[in-house]
């Protein structure tokens, strides 16, 4: 059985850092994609970024892709979510999320999700 299981959100003001892990068991991480999803109140659920099986690149939405880093630890099983200089409009619950295969782009190549972790931003 695959879980996922984040960490690392908060309540920060804007400009602050936070890095969200997601250690994953029952799939190793570097096997298949890994990605961060969120979702704010009222608003659908929304693609970050992800990394991709084996080879690992990493991509990140163009609103992100400027402050956030995604990584993976192989030997710890874990990915990460660094978001630096964070704006009250990256308030949302973060997912973790395993994809079917070496790439995600949206919610339906998802077959696991994390519980979620809430990050709030204050101005």
């Known amino acids: 059985q695959v879980q996922l299981l984040e960490s690392g959100g908060g309540l920060v003001q804007a400009g602050d850092s936070l890095r969200l892990s997601c250690v994953a068991s029952?799939?190793?991480?570097?096997?298949?994609?890994m990605g961060w999803f969120r979702q704010a109140p009222g608003q659908e659920r929304e693609l970050v970024g992800g990394?991709?099986?084996?080879?690992?690149?990493?991509y990140l939405d163009d609103s992100v892709k400027r402050r956030f880093t995604i990584s993976r630890d192989n030997l710890t099983n874990t990915v990460y979510l660094q978001m630096n200089n964070l704006k009250p409009e990256d308030t949302a619950v973060y997912y973790c999320?395993?994809?079917?295969?070496?790439?995600?782009?949206?919610?339906?190549?998802?077959?696991?999700w994390g519980q979620g972790t809430q990050v709030t931003v204050s101005s």
């Open positions: 999320a395993s994809g079917r295969g070496w790439l995600i782009t949206t919610a339906s190549d998802i077959d696991y």
């Open positions: 029952g799939r190793a991480v570097s096997e298949y994609a």
């Open positions: 990394i991709t099986a084996t080879h690992g690149s990493t």
